[in-house]
């Protein structure tokens, strides 16, 4: 079965600051991946998918992802973090099933205004 | 997209009795997914329920322990039966829309 990784349990950032945070997989196969958010008291919603084509990936909110076939990783990128960022973000990976995912544990994001 | 609420939105239950979370999607869906989101943990698929088909488990969940309902393509039920607080954890729905999957806004359940 196939694991994913966020290596990053609570990340704090001052606004402006560049976020990276994490994301590893363990499936040798054809993936598809996926960053959530949760922002404080939200649903999770999607922040970008990467499917196939294009490794650099962009999603909502200035977010952006790269894939990186030989090292197993989806780590997710922001040039410059706000306040309004804070949230949890979750690594997730499905093999062609959608609605099927493999979560990773969350990483807590704190901005400090 | 899809709107998705559950209900109740939290609860407190006394070990041993059970819970029935209700599920209602604003769109009709054939597939829905069940996940239980522990503290601190990430989010672990407890099974996919299909509208007129029994629902299909992820390994360490059955059906005796989580009851589903799909009686049609908007609304699912998830008992959690004969709970301990090691049941204590959030539930959340899941649809599948194209390859967007989205989520509820989870049932807050804690057992004493």
């Known amino acids: 079965a196939q694991s994913v990784s966020q290596h990053n349990h609570h990340v704090i950032l001052s606004e402006a600051a560049s976020l990276e945070l994490g994301c590893n997989y363990s499936?040798?196969?054809?993936?598809?991946l996926f960053w959530y958010v949760q922002y404080p008291g939200q649903h999770l919603q999607l922040l970008l998918k990467?499917?196939?084509?294009?490794?650099l990936v962009k999603g909502i909110k200035g977010f952006e992802a790269e894939f990186i076939k030989s090292k197993f990783s989806f780590n997710l990128r922001k040039p410059s973090v706000q306040w309004s960022d804070t949230a949890e973000y979750f690594c997730?990976?499905?093999?062609?099933?959608?609605?099927?995912?493999?979560f990773g544990d969350g990483t807590t994001l704190t901005v400090k205004p | 997209s899809a709107v998705i609420s559950q209900k109740p939105s939290r609860d407190i239950c006394q070990r041993g009795t059970s819970l029935t979370i209700q599920c209602q999607v604003d769109?009709?869906?054939?597939?829905m997914f069940w996940y239980r989101q522990q503290p601190g943990q990430s989010l672990t698929l407890i099974a996919t329920?299909?509208?007129?088909?029994?629902?299909?488990?992820e390994s360490g969940f059955v059906i005796d322990k989580y009851p589903i309902s799909r009686p049609n393509l908007t609304f699912s039920t998830l008992t959690v039966s004969n709970m301990s607080p090691e049941d204590s954890s959030i539930y959340l729905c899941?649809?599948?829309?194209?390859?967007?999957?989205?989520f509820g806004p989870g049932t807050r359940l804690t057992v004493t």
């Open positions: 899941s649809v599948r829309l194209s390859w967007e999957q989205y």
């Open positions: 499936y040798g196969g054809t993936v598809n």
């Open positions: 990467y499917f196939s084509g294009d490794p």
């Open positions: 997730a990976v499905n093999l062609g099933q959608p609605g099927k995912s493999t």
């Open positions: 769109s009709q869906v054939t597939m």
């Open positions: 329920a299909n509208q007129g088909s029994e629902a299909t488990y």
